[in-house]
């Protein structure tokens, strides 16, 4: 997600159709400049060589949203007659599938259609997949000298598995933020038995928004940072070759 301003002006994007690295390619229709998907940078025309500026998100489910935020906004066009709950790539991202459209080498590090969560801090990238995610549920890390911590949590369904999205296999959702507590302090994050995340400093519970939501600190809210959350292993790797895969090997 990016934010679409750009020297002062809001630009309006459509998709061009094309793919490069079967990443998809946007276009302003300010400008008809050409947008990589992967990075917001500017490829063809007056914006090219400009990058848009990263915004925090995460893909989770509309039950997780509508308890976190009961009066969010919900961006759709009543009665368009748009299948939203349709998926019509079934099977795109299972486990030994080969990445529909894409023709170049696959770094062998991790499965090709592995869900990972990613962070570019000026010329390093670092990433952890939703399986260790999924294992270890809260990951620790530091990526250009910046402190991250990451939450996972079960409970969001593929939204690439199924003919219907509802019926998708669970994935799970996670969250990239910053650590410091409310007071400034750096606080440490561990997944109980009933994988419920919590701080070892008061023991207050945090969802996957990074809200705390019981104990001393209930009502807080940890910085999120941008990044990428739900990205397929083989689309980042194509462009970041050089990332730090979580857990580093020997």
């Given at each position: 997600?990016f934010?679409?301003?750009?020297?002062?002006?809001?630009?309006?994007?459509?998709?061009?159709?094309?793919?490069?690295?079967?990443?998809?390619?946007?276009?302003?229709?300010?400008?008809?400049?050409?947008?990589?998907?992967?990075g917001?940078?500017?490829?063809?025309?007056?914006?090219?060589g400009?990058?848009?500026?990263q915004?925090?998100?995460?893909?989770?489910?509309?039950?997780?949203?509508?308890?976190?935020?009961?009066?969010?906004?919900?961006?759709?066009?009543p009665?368009?007659?748009?299948?939203?709950?349709?998926n019509?790539?079934?099977?795109?991202?299972?486990p030994?599938?080969?990445?529909?459209?894409?023709?170049?080498?696959?770094?062998?590090?991790?499965?090709?259609?592995?869900?990972?969560?990613?962070?570019?801090?000026?010329?390093?990238?670092?990433?952890?997949?939703f399986?260790?995610?999924?294992?270890?549920?809260?990951?620790?890390?530091?990526?250009?000298?910046?402190d991250?911590?990451?939450?996972?949590m079960?409970?969001?369904?593929?939204?690439?598995?199924?003919?219907?999205?509802?019926?998708?296999?669970?994935?799970?959702?996670?969250?990239?933020?910053?650590?410091?507590?409310?007071?400034?302090?750096?606080l440490?994050?561990?997944?109980?038995?009933?994988?419920?995340i919590?701080?070892?400093?008061?023991?207050?519970?945090?969802?996957?928004?990074?809200?705390?939501?019981?104990?001393?600190?209930?009502?807080?809210?940890?910085?999120?940072?941008?990044?990428?959350?739900g990205?397929?292993?083989f689309?980042?790797?194509?462009?970041?070759?050089?990332?730090?895969?979580?857990?580093?090997?020997?």
């Amino acid at each position: 997600m990016f934010r679409r301003t750009v020297d002062g002006e809001i630009l309006d994007f459509g998709t061009t159709g094309a793919l490069r690295d079967s990443n998809l390619l946007m276009y302003d229709r300010q400008t008809e400049s050409w947008w990589q998907e992967f990075g917001g940078e500017g490829v063809i025309g007056h914006y090219a060589g400009r990058r848009l500026e990263q915004l925090y998100l995460s893909i989770v489910s509309w039950d997780e949203f509508k308890t976190a935020f009961p009066d969010g906004k919900v961006l759709s066009r009543p009665a368009s007659g748009r299948p939203y709950g349709q998926n019509p790539y079934a099977g795109y991202d299972r486990p030994g599938s080969t990445p529909f459209l894409f023709s170049g080498d696959t770094d062998p590090r991790l499965p090709a259609v592995e869900r990972i969560v990613a962070i570019e801090r000026g010329n390093a990238a670092w990433a952890v997949s939703f399986s260790t995610l999924a294992d270890e549920r809260v990951v620790r890390a530091s990526v250009a000298g910046e402190d991250i911590v990451v939450f996972w949590m079960p409970g969001t369904a593929s939204s690439l598995d199924s003919g219907s999205i509802a019926s998708g296999r669970d994935v799970g959702a996670a969250g990239i933020f910053s650590p410091m507590g409310p007071d400034g302090s750096t606080l440490s994050f561990a997944a109980g038995a009933d994988g419920r995340i919590t701080d070892e400093q008061t023991g207050s519970r945090w969802n996957i928004f990074g809200q705390a939501v019981s104990g001393p600190l209930a009502g807080s809210q940890l910085d999120p940072l941008p990044g990428r959350s739900g990205q397929l292993w083989f689309s980042w790797a194509v462009y970041r070759p050089d990332t730090v895969v979580y857990p580093a090997t020997p």
